[in-house]
């Protein structure tokens, strides 16, 4: 039984699961293999997300602005959702940790299953107002 390849690529869902061995000495041959495989779903108008991300892992240029373009992450959204946090509605003497703010956020409905999802959250929480980073993973907001 044949089936023709537009048949094929109309019946895949949009989540595309694939694994990537980044230790392997056949790099070169999986990034022309990625790189091929995406020219094949933009011709079938498919999304290249996962795609992007592992193309831009295995060239070794991955930094988290790469991942907040390739998975579309909001960051206003998580920026007012960690602002809405009652330790930063009501800043105290002790700091804040990382963890603490991520547990959050995935409580909140945020994924946070992201790779370098941490360094996102973290340039966010440093960007609010009156924050100063005072540890690793950790923050204190000043009182008004």
Known sequence: MQISLSDLVDSCS???YLELNTSDEH???ELKFLKDFKKLL???NKPTNQIDYFISKLEG???FENVIHIF???EKSIKKKIEKHP???NPCDYPIRLVTIMKYLK???VDIDYKDMDLIV???IQQIDGVKKVGDGMYLKKSN
Do not use: A, T
């Open 122 to 124: 973290d340039k966010l």
């Open 27 to 29: 790099v070169i041959d």
């Open 87 to 89: 330790y930063f509605k």
């Open 61 to 63: 240029n991955m930094d």
């Open 107 to 109: 409580k909140k409905g």
């Open 14 to 16: 949009e989540d595309i």
């Open 42 to 44: 933009k011709q079938y």
């Open 72 to 74: 579309d992450i909001d």
